[in-house]
């Protein structure tokens, strides 16, 4: 059960576009359609941003989507904006009915 | 409004127990799974572990397969996470997700278990 790979941080100036890449395996990211992205704002509980690989819930903003290739998901911000500041972590279903978050990445708006 | 509040955190010595809990509401609790996920301090999110909707299948991370156990109360509408042989490492915030399958869609607010001497 180890930890996706996501780049430790990525920065963007506002209005930009940035891309966060979250890399497993075949026994996970490559196995399931299921990856899902959350966001973290510091001191707040995760919130869900992308599921089931590029769909967004109700009342995520449409600058977030994501797409997969092979065993790598990634999110990808536009028009970046001061509020997306946060930390971000992927999250794939996993052998034996497990589940495996990504090691996290640090977005930060320059 | 659908919610989920955890509670039973607090400071507890190596080897001890702690049990925690997670009241829902807002929605048909046992029609859903449920998980713990936890957030050691500065660290990323680790899945810990996960109950089906009705309590018939739990399933764990390695590192607390053995010392923790998953069990829900659907007439309740509570999740529990009874933790034994805890250890340093332990030491997280502890936030229960709703669920089916993937993804986590609703979490609390989180409880904080300090595991130290």
């Known amino acids: 059960q180890s930890a996706l790979t996501q780049p430790a941080s990525v920065s963007g100036s506002p209005g930009q576009s940035i891309t966060i890449s979250c890399t497993g395996t075949?026994?996970?990211?490559?196995?399931?359609?299921?990856v899902s992205w959350y966001q973290q704002h510091p001191g707040k509980a995760p919130k869900l941003m992308i599921y089931?690989?590029?769909k967004r819930p109700s009342g995520v903003s449409n600058r977030f989507s994501a797409s997969k290739s092979g065993s790598t998901s990634s999110l990808t911000i536009s028009g970046l904006q001061a509020e997306d500041e946060a930390d971000y972590y992927c999250c794939s279903h996993a052998a034996g009915n497990t589940y495996v978050f990504g090691t996290g990445t640090k977005v930060t708006v320059l | 409004e659908v919610q989920l509040v955890e509670s039973g955190g607090g400071w507890v010595q190596p080897g001890g127990s702690l049990r925690l809990s997670c009241v829902a509401s807002g929605f048909i609790f046992s029609s859903y799974d449920m998980s713990w996920v936890r957030q050691a301090p500065g660290k990323g999110l680790e899945w810990v572990s996960g109950i089906s909707n009705g309590g018939g299948r739990t399933n764990y991370a390695d590192s607390v397969e053995g010392r923790f156990t998953i069990s829900r109360g659907n007439s309740k509408n509570t999740l529990y996470l009874q933790m034994n042989s805890l250890r340093a490492e332990d030491t997280a915030v502890y936030y229960c997700?709703?669920?089916?399958?993937?993804?986590?869609?609703?979490w609390g607010q989180g409880t904080m278990v300090t595991v130290s001497s």
């Open positions: 089931e690989g590029s």
């Open positions: 997700a709703k669920h089916q399958g993937l993804p986590f869609d609703i």
């Open positions: 075949s026994s996970d990211v490559g196995n399931y359609n299921l």
